[in-house]
């Protein structure tokens, strides 16, 4: 795809489109999936694509994801009409149209066929270019942060197979699983985690997520918490009490509400506990968050405001 004579914009996209698609696909074969947010065969397709990518993962075999609404560009050049398109990529060049492959059994055949006539590099892909994960951490982050945990578990674990190394991969699994309720598996992960790697940012973060998320709530405790701390608004004991639950049933506006309501009240009850909570959530949801940036500007307002 030549970038000579199109305007700056044009030539990200061109770029862009280079890193995350073509440079992986001169060793591997790439799964180019065209879609939108707004696309319901989009969704109803790319869980069986992240499936089989996942399992094809050490044959070589990767996904990529081109949002039509964002790469208007890219789409016009691959003459997009309707979505999802899909495209097998190798060596920078589409080698079979995989759009009416909409089940799992379709596409492998299919890819099959494709691996056993391509010299696409099989094994390992822990030694890959970073550029080859960074779309899919981007897209796991994406529909953790939409609410689709399963989903974003399936994706991260796709990224620790192909990179196993990755400790970003590795954590975005690990809050994936927490938020989908696997606490059990969680713990285990993290117990098999090298002492070194526990103590990563990344992971610190997954840990502390998941000491927040151990005491999750059934639905009629939550609310007998919620009128409690209702009912006794200075008993910080109480709205401790909910805080937390609160925030292990992912309620975490109450949550931060509740907390920055204890801290403008009483902010030295037991040695600060509620500006200490509060933190720890922060750091479960990741400094970085823009949740989070909005928290930490309504404390600061109380601290110093």
């Known amino acids: 795809m030549a970038s000579m004579g199109l305007n700056i914009e044009e030539q990200k996209a061109v770029e862009r489109f280079r890193d995350n698609i073509v440079e992986p696909s001169k060793t591997k074969l790439v799964i180019l999936d065209f879609w939108a947010e707004w696309c319901g065969p989009c969704k109803a397709l790319t869980p069986v694509l992240e499936k089989v990518a996942a ?44 759009t009416q492959a909409r089940t799992e059994s379709q596409l492998k055949q299919i890819l099959d066929q494709l691996l056993s006539q391509l010299p696409v590099q099989s094994g390992a892909a822990g030694d890959e270019p970073a550029q080859d994960v960074a779309p899919l951490l981007a897209m796991g982050e994406e529909v953790l942060a939409g609410g689709d945990a399963e989903r974003a578990a399936g994706i991260f674990a796709q990224i620790v197979q192909m990179t196993p190394d990755n400790i970003e991969a590795q954590a975005g699994l690990l809050r994936s699983m927490i938020e989908a309720g696997h606490i059990e598996d969680a713990e285990a992960a993290i117990a098999g985690l090298p002492e070194d790697v526990r103590k990563d940012p990344a992971i610190v973060r997954a840990v502390a997520a998941l000491e927040l998320a151990k005491n999750k709530p059934d639905d009629s405790e939550l609310e007998n918490l919620r009128k409690a701390a209702a009912e006794r608004p200075a008993d910080m004991e109480a709205q401790m009490a909910f805080a937390e639950a609160a925030f292990a049933a992912g309620s975490r506006d109450e949550a931060a509400d509740t907390l920055l309501s204890m801290i403008r009240t009483e902010p030295q009850w037991q040695e600060g506990a509620a500006k200490a909570k509060l933190l720890q959530i922060f750091e479960a949801v990741g400094l970085e968050d823009p949740w989070v940036a909005a928290q930490r500007r309504k404390l600061s307002l109380i601290l110093f405001g």
């Open 55 to 98: 399992e094809y993962a050490d044959k070589g075999v990767i996904l990529a994801k081109v949002n039509v609404d964002e790469e208007q560009f890219i789409a016009s050049q691959f003459q997009v009409r309707s979505i999802p398109t899909v495209y097998a990529m190798f060596q920078g060049q589409p080698v079979a149209d995989l």
